[in-house]
């Protein structure tokens, strides 16, 4: 995407592709499988280190999944992990989803994941994603709410963190509160309400190990990241605060007792 039309809070950091590199088909995508025949022609929005586009591909054997993303950094990282695992029916471009470079009705699906929450103009991605779906296709997207992320044990500041991040994403034009807006968005983009399924998803980290990964990547994302230079640039926060911040999750992350849950909204249109 042009810069005017991207929101992304965080960039491709080491830690965030930690995150991404971690979602699977199963993990961020279940809502969609069962709609899927393996002849299928997917369309994989924002598909970033591709561990998801890969996947879709595998599932689509007779198929074909083309993965897009807006900067071209991270499409390496996606053909080396395709090539590794011998997966062919896959490939991988820079795409912008407000100007998808394909003629109208391509596409048996089209799959957006954690890609909304990121564009300024949420409705008109959505009018392009529905542009290149064939008549009897699929829109699939699932965003997250950080707003109704919740976690145990209540670590003093960790809230200052999740206010500061609803901030800075919105400063910068996102919506990081994109997954209770999906069903509201797509009927924006003229997709017929009774042809949407909504359902909503979730991510939970509680054993140790999923603790110490999730804590580790939060706490270097918040002052290695993007995300760290949108909020000191914007003046809403300082490094003092990013570090502390920072050092809440690794507290909160050596919790015996600790449980973290993310949701996500999720949409599947029946076009």
């Known amino acids: 995407m042009e810069q005017s039309s991207s929101a992304y809070v965080h960039d491709h950091h080491e830690s965030v592709l930690r995150s991404h590199s971690w ?9 969609l499988l069962p709609s899927l ?11 970033g280190p591709g561990t998801i586009t890969i996947d879709l591909a595998k599932l689509v054997p007779q198929g074909h999944v083309t993965g897009i993303e807006p900067v071209p950094d991270v499409l ?22 407000h100007a998808l470079d394909y003629p109208d009705a391509t596409f048996d699906v089209v799959h957006a994941h954690q890609v909304l929450q990121h564009v300024v103009d949420p409705v008109m991605a959505l009018k392009e994603m529905r542009r290149v779906t064939k008549p009897g296709g699929i829109i699939a997207v699932r965003s997250i ?24 994403a919105r400063s910068l034009g996102g919506e990081p509160n994109a997954g209770r807006m999906l069903l509201s968005w797509a009927r924006q983009a003229g997709i017929d309400q009774a042809c949407v399924k909504a359902t909503a998803g979730t991510w939970c980290y509680s054993t140790s190990e999923e603790r110490a990964w999730w804590s580790s990547l939060w706490a270097d994302r918040i002052v290695k990241s993007a995300f760290s230079r949108n909020a000191l640039e914007s003046g809403q926060a300082t490094e003092d605060d990013l570090a502390r911040m920072g050092q809440d999750f690794t507290t909160w992350g050596a919790s015996p007792d600790g449980w973290f849950a993310v949701m996500h909204g999720e949409i599947l249109c029946h076009i």
């Not at 979602?23 to 809502?31: G, Q, V």
């Not at 025949?37 to 598909?47: T, Y």
């Not at 950080?146 to 901030?167: C, Q, R, S």
Request: glycine share 6%.
């Open 23 to 31: 979602r699977t088909a199963a993990n961020s995508a279940a809502y």
């Open 37 to 47: 025949k393996p002849d299928m022609h997917i369309l994989d929005v924002g598909c």
């Open 76 to 97: 390496d990282q996606a053909r080396t992990t395709a090539s590794t695992l011998g997966v062919q029916n896959v490939l991988f471009k820079v795409g912008d989803v």
């Open 145 to 168: 709410d950080f707003e109704a992320m919740t976690w145990y044990p209540e670590v003093d500041g960790m809230k200052d963190w999740l206010n500061l991040h609803i901030k800075v």
